[in-house]
């Protein structure tokens, strides 16, 4: 059993932080066009943490582009496999998008397919949220 307490805690939001720098990285790496050498770097970061499906989608991206098509649908299989299996869940709209972009010979779905930009900017509300007795 995993230990449980504030150390474990920063520990695993330590860990999170890790992954996602290093998948922003991942992602720039892609942009420019140096998939090859990554892949080695994300099958290792994929290994460590099989359930990450962005980890997955730019592993796949990497081998689609290093011409290595056939181990890209077979990682996509793998996650596919162990969503189903361990969480009961199926892949994320963007992992499926890159796994069909894959499947058509696609080279143009960026790295960040599907994503939404992250932003710490707060949506402006219109004047007209919670008015509703000044709306009658």
Do not use: C
């Not at 992954?19 to 770097?41: F, H, I, M, N």
């Amino acid at each position: 059993m995993a230990p449980v307490g504030p150390l474990a805690a920063a520990a695993a939001a330590f860990e999170d932080l890790r992954v996602t720098a290093k998948a922003d990285r991942a992602e720039a790496e892609l942009a420019l066009g140096r998939a090859a050498e990554l892949v080695p770097e994300l099958e290792a970061l994929a290994g460590e943490h099989p359930l990450h499906e962005r980890v997955a989608g730019q592993l796949i991206q990497a081998l689609w582009a290093a011409g290595r098509q056939a181990d890209a649908l077979a990682v996509y299989e793998r996650v596919r496999a162990r969503l189903a299996d361990e969480l009961g869940a199926t892949p994320s709209p963007e992992l499926a998008q890159i796994h069909l972009a894959v499947l058509q010979g696609d080279q143009t779905v960026p790295a960040r397919a599907g994503r939404k930009a992250r932003s710490n900017v707060a949506v402006r509300l219109t004047s007209f949220v919670g008015r509703d007795r000044e709306l009658e």
